[in-house]
């Protein structure tokens, strides 16, 4: 047997690194001007880093390095001519003037873009003068959402770290294959309407393994989204996991085949919760499922509330949205008041396929109370409190 010539393995060694490193082009903003100071504008460099990832031919990594990078709004637009990782190794900062991120709605937006990977890393909205401003009901710009995907399809979104959003910490809009998972997502202080992860109109969204304590929802779940998968989320302190608001228009999409399952609630001001407005609608919920569920000291743990109607917007109306076929299966845990579950439905479509399993919630050591309006369903199990189904 021959011996293999040395000299010959590492020129082929060589050979082959070059053509795995060649294979994948990589942008790195602070090449293109960026500067990891916390203080210099950054965001014309991010804009030109993004234009170069956007159009290379060979998969891209767009590269934020270590350090604190500050970005006023930004457009990552596509379509790409391929695949795209953003690494994010540092954090990005808003500008300290709220005002700065002007009245787009919007921080950091990719918009139709597929077959995206954004990894790693911190956003820092920087939030608190803006609660402030909406909280004093002062004139405020329109409160900017810290991470949004619009008519994005193909995502992945892994070991992200939002915090102190002006309000949605992460939001989906017309978006189709996402997977969301490994985040952490923080609100503190007096923050109004910060939803932790915002879905509307999309499919085949999968959020696992998050950690989401804001003053809203941990996750909100809007109009026309479907096949949605949520599963092992802490959620707390916050509003709780909600289908809805629905039925804010006559004409609506509805929202079909949802689960959430495996996840704790913790001091939130309700836990698994449909709303929709009192109101004429065409919307409709159905194919929920809420199960293996651990409620700790929740203020409403169970919920479907049909006459949602902030303001006094919609007196003596109805709610046309249809609730159907939802489940409530495993869930225990502790109620902070004495009505642990809630079905509040509408008079004029009455919620019907309601099935409750295996449910065990206390209030101060001893069983809670149940509510039932316009509610018909079934019982299996154990079910503390007792059904009023």
């Known amino acids: 047997m021959k011996m293999v010539n040395l000299k010959n393995l590492c020129a082929l060694f060589v050979f082959f690194m070059a053509f795995f490193q060649s294979s994948n082009a990589a942008y790195n903003v602070v090449s293109y001007g960026a500067r990891p100071d916390g203080q210099t504008d950054s965001t014309q460099a991010f804009q030109r880093a993004w234009t170069a990832t956007c159009s290379s031919r060979l998969p891209a990594t767009f590269y934020v390095p270590g350090g604190k990078f500050l970005i006023r709004s930004v457009v990552f637009g596509g379509p790409c001519m391929n695949r795209i990782l953003v690494q994010i190794d540092g954090t990005l900062v808003a500008p300290s003037n709220y005002w700065n991120l002007g009245n787009s709605g919007f921080w950091i937006l990719f918009i139709q873009v597929t077959r995206l990977t954004v990894y790693g890393g911190t956003i820092d909205a920087r939030g608190a003068a803006f609660w402030a401003c909406k909280n004093a009901r002062s004139s405020c710009p329109i409160a900017a959402r810290s991470i949004s995907f619009v008519a994005s399809d193909n995502i992945l979104i892994s ?8 309000t949605m910490n992460v939001a989906l809009d017309g978006c189709n ?64 996991i909600s289908i809805g ?51 700790r000291q929740v203020g409403n743990p169970i919920v479907i509330d049909q006459k949602y109607c902030p303001y006094n917007q919609c007196p003596t109306q109805s709610s046309g949205v249809k609730i159907s076929q939802v489940s409530y299966k495993n869930i225990i845990g502790t109620s902070a008041t004495p009505v642990a579950m809630t079905f509040n439905c509408s008079p004029s479509n009455p919620c019907t396929g309601i099935r409750l399993q295996d449910i065990r919630l206390t209030y101060m050591n001893s069983p809670a109370t149940s509510f039932c309006s316009n509610a018909h369903g079934s019982n299996s199990g154990v079910v503390i409190p007792r059904s009023c189904l």
């Open 245 to 295: 608001s629905l039925g804010n228009s006559l004409i609506e999409d509805g929202v079909n085949n949802v689960t959430v399952t495996n996840s704790i609630f913790t001091g939130t001001q309700n836990g698994v919760w449909i709303k929709t407005w009192g109101r004429p609608s065409n919307g409709f919920a159905t194919n929920i499922a809420f199960r293996n569920i651990i409620m």
């Open 177 to 240: 294959n996402v997977r969301i998972r490994n985040m952490k997502i923080i609100a503190s202080g007096q923050s109004p309407n910060t939803d932790g992860i915002h879905l509307q109109s999309s499919t085949g969204v999968t959020i696992t393994n998050c950690i989401i304590k804001t003053r809203d929802e941990c996750i909100s779940i809007g109009p026309g989204n479907k096949n949605l998968w949520i599963e092992h989320i802490a959620c707390g302190p916050g509003h709780g």
């Open 159 to 166: 070991g992200l770290t939002s915090i102190d959003s002006q």
